[in-house]
């Protein structure tokens, strides 16, 4: 039986324990008294509000459940996501898309003053206008 399992019955069992002994003090109660509409109605006359009675119940379940992750240690792969950017690559994809004719043709200016710069590309540097020229009209 697991940890959990094991926490869960228990705190069955307190339930039951804790129904069982309100059953009885109603019951003592309305025996032993009369009826009176103030009084039921009277705050200051309950002996446990329902906070403090499932307060235990809530520490017991924190503490297993922080022993059962020391136990196991946490997984990050479990945590984190598989693709931890898809939702940057999303977001950029648009401007990105927008720069890229501009990154084109800026790799293109760069190449063609380095063919320019050299003495012996003459040709091949009126060859790369001509086709930088076709390709934006």
Do not use: C, Y
């Amino acid at each position: 039986m697991s940890a959990l399992e094991e926490a869960a019955r228990k705190r069955k069992e307190r339930l039951r324990e804790m129904f069982s002994a309100q059953k009885k003090t109603t019951t003592d109660d309305a025996a032993t008294s009369t009826p009176d509409a103030t009084s039921a109605d009277d705050p200051s006359k309950v002996d446990q509000t329902v906070e403090e009675s499932v307060s235990g119940i809530v520490e017991n379940t924190l503490a297993l459940q922080r022993e059962e992750a020391q136990k196991t240690g946490v997984d990050i792969t479990a945590i984190a996501p598989k693709r931890a950017n898809w939702d940057l690559k999303r977001d950029l994809q648009k401007q990105l898309d927008a720069l890229k004719p501009l990154n084109d043709a800026a790799v293109a200016d760069l190449v063609r003053k380095r063919v320019q710069a050299s003495k012996d590309a003459d040709g091949l540097a009126d060859a790369v206008e001509a086709h930088m020229r076709s390709s934006q009209l």
